[in-house]
C-alpha cells in the first residue's frame, strides 16, 4: 500500500490515549474549507480550527477513542487526528473517494469507494488493505454491528443495503430499499438496522436475523430528504436529518412513528449526540453552522458558527 507522509500540523505532548482534556468536544468536519471544528460542549464554542485535507467528510473515532479518523475525498485517503494534540499525525490511502467511514470493533476501518463501487477494509496499525469488496453503484453509508460480525453499506445508485461478512468479507445479501438511500445504524443490541432514503424519503427498519426489512415509513416532514440517521442512547428515539427540509424528524424507533420535529439551519447533515442523550447537535451545510436541540423539550437551544459547508459530526464527551 502506498503510504503518504505524516502531515503534524501542531506540536504537542503524544499520547497512546485521549486524557481529560480530550473530552467534551464535538468535531464538525468542514467540507469546502478542508477542515475541522472543535467545538467546546461546555460552552458551545469553536476552540480551534484545524486543516486536514481536501474535502472532509465522514468521520469515526478509533476503538480506543484516541483518534478521529477523517475521510478526505478529494486525497483518496483518511486523516488521522491525534485527539490529545489535536494534530494530522497521517493519512492512509483507501482507495477512490471515501466520502464515510466506520470503525469496527477491531479497531479495522471500512471504507466506502463510492467511484468504485466497492468497501475496503484497513488495518489502520500497519496500513495494510485486508480486504476490496465490490457492491453496488456509489455506495456511502456503512456501519459495523456491535458484535462485529457484520457490515452494512448502502448503495446510492443501486438503491441496495449490503450485508458483508467481517471474518472472510463475503456480501451474503443485498437488500431493496427506496431511491438513495445514505445513512445507516445498527440498535446497541445488533437485532436491528435503520437506513435513510434520501431521494425515496423513507427510513426502511431492518430485522438483522432474518436479514430483511421489517418496516418502512415516510419521513413526515415537508420536503424531507433524509440522509442521517441516529438513536438515542436507549434506542427508543431515532433522529433523521432531512437535508433541504432544514429540520430533524424525530421518530419512534420501534414503530417508525412520527414524534415531531424541530427546525434547525440549511440543509441539515450529520448528526451526532452526547452520551446522555439530552442534547443533538446538527452540521447544517448551507448555514455554516451546528445547531444544539435539548432533546427533552425538542428545541433549538444554540446555533454555532463553524467552517464552510459543515458535513458531519462526531462527539466524545
Known amino acids: 500500500m502506498i503510504r503518504k507522509p505524516a502531515i503534524i500540523l501542531f506540536l504537542g505532548i503524544i499520547s497512546t490515549s485521549v486524557s481529560a482534556e ?17 467545538i467546546d460542549l461546555e460552552s458551545n464554542t469553536v476552540s480551534k480550527t484545524l486543516p486536514v485535507g481536501d474535502r472532509p467528510r465522514g468521520m469515526a473515532l478509533s476503538a480506543d477513542h484516541s483518534e478521529l479518523y477523517v475521510a478526505v475525498g478529494q ?6 487526528v491525534d485527539l490529545l494534540t489535536l494534530s494530522v499525525k497521517d493519512k492512509l490511502v483507501v482507495g477512490s473517494d471515501p466520502e464515510t467511514l466506520a470503525v469496527g470493533p477491531d479497531g479495522f476501518l471500512y471504507v466506502p469507494n463510492e467511484d468504485a463501487g466497492q468497501l475496503t477494509v484497513i488495518n489502520p496499525q500497519n496500513e495494510s488493505v485486508l480486504a476490496r469488496i465490490q457492491v453496488g453503484t456509489e ?7 456491535p458484535d462485529g460480525k457484520l457490515v452494512l453499506v448502502t448503495s446510492e445508485a443501486s ?4 450485508v458483508i461478512t467481517t471474518a472472510d468479507h463475503q456480501l451474503v445479501k443485498s437488500m431493496t430499499v427506496a431511491a438513495r438511500p445514505r445513512g445507516v445504524i445498527f440498535n446497541h443490541a445488533g437485532s436491528r438496522a435503520y437506513v435513510a432514503s434520501e431521494v425515496g424519503n423513507e427510513v ?27 438513536l438515542s442512547p436507549d434506542d427508543k428515539t431515532l433522529y433523521v ?4 427540509a432544514n429540520a430533524v424528524a424525530v421518530l419512534d424507533a420501534e414503530t417508525l412513528a412520527h414524534q415531531g420535529s424541530i427546525m434547525v439551519g440549511q440543509r441539515v447533515w ?7 442523550g439530552s442534547k443533538l447537535y446538527t452540521a447544517d451545510g448551507i448555514s455554516n453552522s451546528v445547531s444544539v436541540i435539548d432533546t427533552n423539550k425538542l428545541e433549538l437551544i444554540n446555533t454555532i458558527p463553524v ?7 462526531v462527539i466524545v464527551d
Open 204 to 230: 426502511a427498519m431492518i430485522d438483522m436475523k432474518t436479514l430483511s426489512v421489517a418496516e418502512r415509513a415516510s419521513v413526515e416532514v415537508t420536503g424531507a430528504r433524509p440522509m442521517a440517521v441516529l
Open 139 to 145: 455506495p456511502e453509508g456503512v456501519a459495523v454491528s
Open 75 to 80: 486525497e483518496d485517503a483518511i486523516a488521522v
Open 307 to 313: 467552517g464552510k459547508s459543515p458535513w458531519g459530526v
Open 22 to 38: 480530550g473530552l467534551d468536544r464535538a468535531y464538525v468536519s468542514n467540507e469546502m474549507s478542508d477542515s475541522i471544528s472543535v
Open 270 to 276: 450529520g448528526l451526532a449526540i452526547t452520551d446522555d
Open 159 to 162: 438503491n441496495k443495503v449490503h
Open 241 to 244: 436529518s432531512t437535508g433541504r
